[in-house]
């Protein structure tokens, strides 16, 4: 028998939604405790209010843990991770805004202050203001409730520019990178990858359009990425495959029109990067 004082384990559950209120985001509240995310990244912003337990993370070479009534941001193109820290696990809200719309957002903060090409550069480490956190929380469940769109609006946007206006960093502009570089190299290879992300490639393919032995290419992208060429691309198609789900497409025609070999097998990465079934996202 589990004694008095032994934590209360949950199911894990997960709800993503949208809301016409923020079309520029999609929004998570959940709880876990069995699962664990795999490493991978996203093209957009993750902005995550811890509501119970605790989830450690790995971001940026550190691990962090984000305890209740606090802030864990993940900027775009970062591979990160994240499991429970806490005997019950961990239960949160997120936000992840796309690029553009944190972009424009500090465009409108800063106006000619804020460069052309750049983008908002949030904190790397576990932020705790109450105040905030607070703001975020009612955002979150305005939007989720749908009841009054204009509030809803007003209270997310709000919130969003006291997390640049209080937290962001100094953003930096996109860097050119010298021909034949290794950034300029993975960069390519990036491109190559995102092409066409259904067209079946060989690792050969890829690292002779960049000049390499298939061996230097495979070290170069890892070491500069964080993940190897097939799990970054297993993950931009993950990203890719929710607009798809979004338009009314079956979970096994996105997971065809994203080059996954099979449904199985694209649910498997879904659920490693988000928590949840592809058809339970789309629902």
Request: glycine fraction near 8%.
């Amino acid at each position: 028998m589990r004694g008095s004082n032994s934590p209360q384990h949950f199911p894990d559950e997960a709800r993503f939604f949208r809301s016409p209120a923020l079309p520029g985001a999609e929004l998570l509240t959940a709880r876990f405790f069995r699962h664990a995310y795999a490493p991978h990244w996203h093209e957009g912003y993750v902005v995550a209010v811890i509501t119970a337990g605790a989830e450690g993370y790995r971001y940026r070479g550190e691990r962090h843990v984000a305890g209740p009534l606090t802030l864990a941001c993940i900027n775009p193109g970062e591979i990160h991770t994240g499991e429970r820290a806490a005997d019950e696990g961990w239960a949160y809200r997120v936000f992840y805004p796309s690029a553009e719309m944190l972009r424009e957002l500090a465009q409108s903060l800063r106006g000619d202050a804020f460069p052309a090409n750049g983008l908002p550069r949030l904190p790397h480490s576990v932020v705790k203001d109450d105040v905030l956190v607070q703001a975020l929380l009612r955002a979150h469940v305005l939007l989720e409730s749908g009841q009054d769109l204009l509030e809803a609006q007003t209270a997310a946007l709000s919130a969003l520019s006291s997390l640049l206006l209080r937290h962001g960093q100094e953003p930096l502009p996109v860097p050119l990178s010298a021909p034949g570089s290794a950034a300029a190299r993975v960069e390519a290879m990036r491109e190559r990858l995102a092409a066409d992300i259904a067209e079946p490639l060989t690792l050969d393919t890829l690292a002779a359009s960049v000049a390499l032995s298939p061996f230097h290419a495979a070290r170069l992208f890892t070491r500069e990425t964080g993940l190897p060429p097939h799990a970054w691309r297993n993950q931009l198609r993950v990203n890719r495959s929710l607009d798809l789900l979004r338009q009314g497409e079956s979970v096994a025609e996105t997971a065809l029109a994203c080059g996954f070999a099979d449904q199985s097998h694209y649910t498997r990465h879904f659920r490693r990067a988000f928590g949840v079934a592809p058809g339970h996202w789309r629902g």
